[in-house]
């Protein structure tokens, strides 16, 4: 099946800097999804991109879709401490519009 | 308002006792997911279901099973034959003809 690999898998960062994590896939994707999961809670959709090339933004929050179709990034900047928490790609895969999710990037932001 | 809830947040059992746990929604969706994750990993699929009275395995399907009697519902019950129980366990929907899913609050699950 389709894999999706995320890195880095941990972040510490210094509050006020920016941030930037990338998924890439052994496969085409249609669509890419990135999700922040906050400690014990589930996750949070941020930003859909839909088109190869397209670069989307929600406020400090940036993704684009890698023109090959087989990556995607996010970039956050000037971090806070409420960026904290798991930040998850995925993708579509199956008949049914399952999703596959990458492994995570954990982001830890010191004050 | 419109979302989904999953009940409750936080479960406790004794091994060798089923369990069900709650998944409603009122956003009208058709498809409805149920994932299990585990620290420091990603989401595994256990079910899906894409229309009432209809599901299908995931990834991880063996030890749990599930019904879609209405739109709006899709309980899980994670039974004795699931050998490692323990996690935290998410439940999703979709719209018709899009991708993204919206996830509950989840529910912990923690057998001893």
């Known amino acids: 099946g389709q894999q999706l690999n995320q890195s880095p898998q941990s972040m510490f960062i210094q509050e006020g800097e920016d941030v930037s994590m990338n998924c890439t896939s052994s496969?085409?994707?249609?669509?890419w999804l990135w999700y922040k999961q906050d400690p014990g809670e589930g996750p949070v959709l941020l930003i859909a991109?839909?088109?190869?090339?397209e670069l989307t933004s929600n406020g400090r929050l940036t993704a684009q879709f890698g023109i090959t179709r087989k990556d995607s990034f996010l970039n956050i900047s000037a971090s806070i401490p409420s960026d904290v928490g798991i930040y998850f790609c995925?993708?579509?895969?199956?008949?049914?519009?399952?999703?596959?999710f990458g492994s995570g990037t954990q982001l830890t932001v010191l004050p | 308002d419109g979302g989904i809830t999953q009940s409750p947040k936080y479960l406790f059992r004794k091994e060798g006792q089923n369990v069900t746990l709650s998944c409603e929604q009122n956003?009208?969706?058709?498809?409805m997911y149920w994932y299990r994750q585990d620290p420091g990993q990603g989401l595994r699929l256990i079910y899906y279901?894409?229309?009432?009275?209809?599901?299908q395995k995931g990834d991880i399907a063996e030890g749990y099973s599930v019904s879609r009697e209405k739109k709006e519902s899709f309980p899980l019950t994670v039974t004795s034959a699931q050998k490692n129980p323990t996690a935290f366990y998410l439940c999703?929907?979709?719209?018709?003809?899009?991708?993204?899913?919206?996830f509950g609050p989840g529910t912990r699950l923690t057998v001893t």
């Open positions: 991109l839909y088109k190869a090339g």
């Open positions: 999703a929907s979709r719209g018709q003809g899009i991708h993204e899913q919206y």
């Open positions: 496969s085409i994707f249609n669509t």
């Open positions: 995925a993708g579509p895969s199956g008949s049914a519009r399952q999703l596959t």
């Open positions: 956003l009208n969706h058709d498809a």
């Open positions: 279901s894409q229309i009432v009275n209809d599901f």
